[in-house]
């Protein structure tokens, strides 16, 4: 195929940002948005597309704008509704995280997709982030040793208003240790290549939202934790998230330490930092700056990750090659996420595989 033809569900903040990657990605072509509200249509008209390819329904753009590939950026709790239509379909799809709130959705999810012939990838685009990416490769080539102890901080803004404001209830985010936080049990997962078997939490919501109501409802969303997770294999992983935290150098700062050294990545300064255990000072150190490509990083909010995943997404497409971040990944990101949110209620320790 010449281009692969885009539809985008859903057009909020994340449609927003797909689109404007889209539109730098060699060899795709965005030509249909679907949302149910109006006004989220006109902004789309307004950035371009046209009038023939907006519809107030998913299904409508799947029988009758003739896409390719399908990006799922609807409010968590209506992506399995969104998904039973469409993989009912032959359609590429790019699933925005999280893959579901619910183990049953994810699992339900894994069924119907069992014959499905496009391609479908979930966007964890963390992944993708260069200086995630190059720390990843630090790990992989041995730099570290053999890895004992990964530990992912995020501290960040409060979550920004969304349409409907869907994003202030766990029932329809999953819980903020789903719905922000299965981007950082994702990157756990894969940076270990181990299984998670233990998750453990502590947190609450003690600052953001607490004078907001919404049809007499306070929001319920927590604004941080502590999340442990053990490996099978012996690794230790720590989720550091504080969302009243706007006063902080870098948005996410990320350790990977081994028996043979540690590695750090910083972002939004994009530089990584390597020292092995034979290296006694710190400016012994090594600090390295990491490039990002200013399209990519003007064309949206992640330190240009969404970018990179659509080329790597539209690659697989043009290949026939599996997707690199798949069903199972984004269950499994899910589940250490409803896991960790139980924990904190119950007070106890979760095996996610039993979820």
């Not at 607490?210 to 099978?232: C, K, M, Q, R, S």
């Not at 997707?323 to 589940?335: I, W």
Request: overall charge negative.
């Amino acid at each position: 195929m010449s281009s692969v033809r885009f539809g985008i569900v859903g057009f909020g903040m994340m449609g927003l940002e797909h689109l404007q990657n889209l539109a730098v990605v060699d060899g795709a072509e965005l030509v249909a948005v679907a949302d149910p509200d109006a006004r989220q249509r006109d902004l789309a008209r307004a950035k371009g597309v046209a009038e023939n390819g907006l519809y107030d329904d998913h299904r409508a753009m799947l029988e009758q704008a003739g896409v390719d590939a399908v990006v799922i950026a609807s409010p968590n709790h209506t992506h399995i509704d969104v998904l039973r239509d469409c993989l009912g379909t032959d359609k590429h799809l790019l699933i925005e995280k999280p893959l579901c709130t619910t183990m049953e959705d994810c699992r339900e999810v894994e069924h119907l997709a069992a014959d499905h012939r496009g391609v479908l990838w979930v966007g964890m685009e963390y992944r993708y982030m260069p200086p995630v990416a190059r720390l990843i490769d630090e790990i992989r080539g041995g730099t570290v040793g053999r890895l004992r102890m990964l530990a992912i901080r995020e501290h960040r803004f409060p979550f920004l208003p969304k349409v409907g404001d869907w994003n202030r209830f766990a029932r329809n985010t999953g819980g903020t240790l789903v719905e922000k936080c299965c981007h950082f049990f994702d990157l756990m997962n894969f940076i270990t290549g181990a299984e998670p078997v233990r998750v453990y939490a502590s947190g609450g919501q003690d600052v953001n939202h607490l004078d907001e109501l919404y049809d007499g409802e306070t929001p319920d969303i927590l604004d941080n934790a502590y999340v442990i997770v053990d490996y099978d294999d012996g690794t230790r992983a720590l989720l550091d998230l504080c969302m009243f935290a706007e006063a902080s150098r870098n948005q996410e700062e990320i350790s990977a330490t081994g028996d043979a050294g540690k590695v750090e990545c910083f972002i939004p300064s994009s530089k990584l930092v390597v020292g092995r255990r034979s290296m006694y000072t710190v400016e012994s150190l090594e600090t390295r700056d990491v490039e990002v490509d200013p399209t990519a990083l003007a064309a949206g909010y992640h330190h240009g990750s969404t970018y990179y995943q659509h080329v790597a997404f539209l690659e697989a497409i043009r290949n026939g090659t599996p997707p690199e971040v798949d069903l199972r990944d984004g269950r499994r990101a899910v589940a250490v996420g409803v896991a960790a949110e139980r924990s904190i209620i119950e007070g106890r320790a979760f095996d996610p595989r039993a979820l």
